[in-house]
């Protein structure tokens, strides 16, 4: 099946530093990546639709400036959240499209967490 | 995308068929019915797709009304790992991509 492989699984760091998190498509590649939010004992909110060689495309209420995104190539896209506070903390989770007629397959998630 | 409704919750005895409802009454013609389900700090996993016909794989069946207004997702003999919260998303292939979540429902399956 399709695997999708998101690093790091966690990380710890302090306020004012930038993190960023990959994701990426093992054994397919990816015409679409998407990026979700998910906090304590919530559903998953979508942050942004990326594709490769393209602009994100962020949610309303997504800051781009604050959580950029880059998708070099069919098999890779990165977040990265810039000078990161206690607030951004969360599960980031990332996952990725083999086709429009296909499901998205998702990693296994980030848990970030701000001191 | 048309909006769906799960209980939010269920408990299941282990062994025994675990029958999860999904109401989507303003789906439209062309939207498929996905289920996914996320095990504690896991990521959502996939388990099946369906627009019209009921579908069956090797994790699960889903059930479609005729009128497409709801579905049922069928584990078929529940057992401890498929404790998770299960989501029932609605979308439409080429015209977005996006998936967007509900609450779900959350499937507790007991000894």
């Known amino acids: 099946g399709a695997v999708v492989s998101q690093h790091p699984s966690r990380v710890i760091c302090k306020s004012g530093t930038s993190v960023k998190i990959e994701c990426r498509s093992l054994?397919?590649?990816?015409?679409?990546m998407f990026w979700y939010r998910q906090f304590p004992k919530q559903s998953l909110m979508l942050m942004a639709t990326?594709?490769?060689?393209?602009?994100?495309?962020?949610e309303q209420g997504v800051e781009k400036d604050k959580f950029l995104i880059n998708h070099a190539s069919l098999t890779l896209s990165t977040l990265t959240v810039t000078s990161a506070h206690p607030e951004d903390s969360s599960f980031y989770i990332c996952s990725a499209l083999r086709g429009r007629d296909q499901p998205q397959h998702f990693g296994d998630g980030t848990r970030l967490s701000i001191l | 995308d048309a909006k769906t409704t799960q209980p939010t919750s269920m408990d299941c005895a282990e062994g025994r068929a675990a029958n999860l409802p999904c109401n989507h009454s303003t789906i439209s013609g062309n939207e498929y019915v996905y289920w996914y389900r996320q095990i504690h700090s896991q990521g959502p996993q996939y388990i099946i797709h369906?627009?019209?016909n009921n579908e069956t794989n090797e994790m699960a069946s889903l059930i479609i009304t005729e009128d497409r207004k709801s579905s049922t997702l069928i584990l078929p003999h529940a057992t401890l790992r498929d404790t998770a919260v299960y989501y029932c998303i609605v979308r439409v292939p080429y015209n977005t991509d996006k998936l967007i979540f509900g609450t779900g429902t959350r499937l507790q399956v007991f000894p």
């Open positions: 990326s594709n490769e060689g393209s602009k994100a495309t962020y």
């Open positions: 054994d397919f590649q990816a015409t679409t």
């Open positions: 369906g627009l019209k």
